[in-house]
């Protein structure tokens, strides 16, 4: 059973340049979370959607910064036009569905974004 | 909203002693979780032990236990007979439990525990 999948795993951008990144979540879980990662932070929430659907955005800032999760394929999250401050780790988490007692979040490995 | 402190930025310890990782969190919240979690170099991220509030027990998973205090808004990671591979970042996390769906982690900001042969 593959884990949460994420790429790339780094990606180098110019200011100005937009950056995509991929998140497919393990098998049969249909929650999945967006978190940014300071150099020498802790990890901080941006979004949580299930498929179709922005659940939370509230860690998300307002501009340049969007996330989907469609019917079919990976969760994306897009940041247009980024900047040096950018420059993070960015993972992505998954859980099931059932809520229950087991409502652990998954991690993928992280995208570390580089802005120049 | 909730907060999570941990006040400890970096500790070290020495090879099969024992080290214990503070954590406080501050919620009006009265039915969430608390976990620890672990960052080795590779950045990948590693749930070491979760705590239900509801529970009065203490979670244990083999040399990691954790010292919950509800009343305190305390959850303390105790590493029993460390080892090397214990040497990574260890970040305390809470989840308010959700009537529907899911909820977000609030992270600290970590403790760097090096293990020291």
């Known amino acids: 059973n593959a884990g949460v999948m994420q790429n790339p795993r780094h990606l180098v951008r110019r200011r100005g340049q937009e950056a995509r990144l991929r998140c497919s979540p393990m098998?049969?879980?249909?929650?999945v979370y967006w978190y940014r990662q300071l150099p020498e932070e802790g990890l901080k929430f941006m979004v949580y959607l299930q498929k179709e659907n922005i659940i939370d955005e509230s860690g998300m800032p307002k501009e340049r910064f969007s996330a989907e999760f469609p019917k079919e394929g990976p969760s994306i999250l897009r940041i247009q036009q980024v900047v040096r401050g950018d420059s993070a780790a960015y993972f992505c988490?998954?859980?099931?569905?059932?809520?229950?007692?087991?409502?652990?979040?998954?991690f993928g490995p992280g995208t570390r974004l580089t802005v120049l | 909203a909730q907060t999570v402190t941990q006040s400890q930025p970096e500790m070290s310890v020495q090879e099969a002693e024992t080290v214990t990782l503070s954590c406080t969190y501050d919620?009006?919240?009265?039915?969430?979780?608390l976990f620890w979690y672990k960052q080795p170099p590779s950045r990948q991220m590693i749930l070491v032990i979760r705590?239900?509030?509801?529970?009065?027990q203490n979670a244990t998973e083999n040399r990691f236990s954790v010292n919950f205090q509800k009343a305190a808004k305390s959850f303390s990671l105790k590493i029993s007979d460390s080892q090397l591979g214990d040497t990574a970042m260890y970040f305390c996390a809470f989840m308010k439990h959700a009537n529907f769906g899911n909820e977000k982690l609030t992270f600290g900001t970590g403790t760097r525990l090096t293990i020291i042969p």
């Open positions: 988490a998954s859980s099931p569905l059932d809520r229950g007692e087991r409502n652990e979040q998954f």
């Open positions: 705590q239900e509030a509801y529970k009065q």
């Open positions: 098998k049969g879980h249909s929650h």
């Open positions: 919620t009006s919240e009265s039915n969430y979780y």
